[in-house]
């Protein structure tokens, strides 16, 4: 899946839980975030 996808799939459900979280791989690394300024760090 591309990073754009993931960060909207994030976005959609994030409007639903209200809750902070995000998908991450298998290194650690944060995919989408619903904080943006998180995405792409470890």
Same mark, same amino acid.
């Given at each position: =899946? /591309?990073? #754009? &996808?993931?960060? !909207? &799939? +994030? !976005?959609?459900?994030?409007? +639903?839980? *209200?809750? %902070?979280? @995000?998908? =991450? *791989? *298998?290194? @650690? &690394?944060?995919?989408?975030? /619903? !904080? %943006? #300024?998180? /995405? @792409?760090?470890?």
């Amino acid at each position: =899946m /591309s990073i #754009k &996808l993931y960060q !909207n &799939l +994030v !976005n959609q459900i994030k409007d +639903v839980i *209200d809750s %902070e979280f @995000g998908i =991450m *791989d *298998d290194t @650690g &690394l944060i995919l989408a975030c /619903s !904080n %943006e #300024k998180k /995405s @792409g760090t470890e």
